[in-house]
């Protein structure tokens, strides 16, 4: 069974940085594309970034340059290092894992709150 634990959310002024990490739980970590999506109250989720199997990563326009996903392949633990929080960066983020490709999307986590003022 597949388990993705977020944690490292929390509040933090407006041009500050947080680590988002998630630990994944599966029997292949290596055969999934992994990713971060956020919500905000009221709004629709979105994909924050993505890495897929090979190592290759993608990132929304908004967080491009901002923010970082990285995987530690020995921990199996994903990350995402926000830098230069902003406002509007406050919502909910969501890991997620797809076995063999990046979408759809298999199995997703809990979330952890991030609260930038």
């Known amino acids: 069974d597949v388990q993705l634990v977020e944690s490292g959310g929390g509040s933090v002024q407006a041009g500050g940085s947080l680590r988002l990490s998630c630990a994944v739980s599966?029997?292949?970590?290596?055969?999934?594309?992994l990713g971060w999506f956020r919500q905000a109250s009221g709004k629709e989720r979105e994909g924050v970034a993505a890495?897929?199997?090979?190592?290759?990563?993608d990132y929304a326009g908004s967080v491009d340059g901002r923010f970082t996903i990285t995987k530690d392949y020995g921990k199996d633990t994903l990350y995402l290092q926000m830098n230069s929080l902003k406002p509007e960066d406050t919502a909910m983020y969501y890991c997620?894992?797809?076995?063999?490709?990046?979408?759809?999307?298999?199995?997703w986590g809990q979330g952890t709150q991030v609260t930038v003022s």
């Open positions: 997620a894992a797809g076995r063999y490709r990046c979408h759809p999307w298999d199995y």
């Open positions: 599966v029997s292949s970590a290596n055969d999934y594309c």
């Open positions: 890495v897929d199997k090979e190592g290759g990563t």
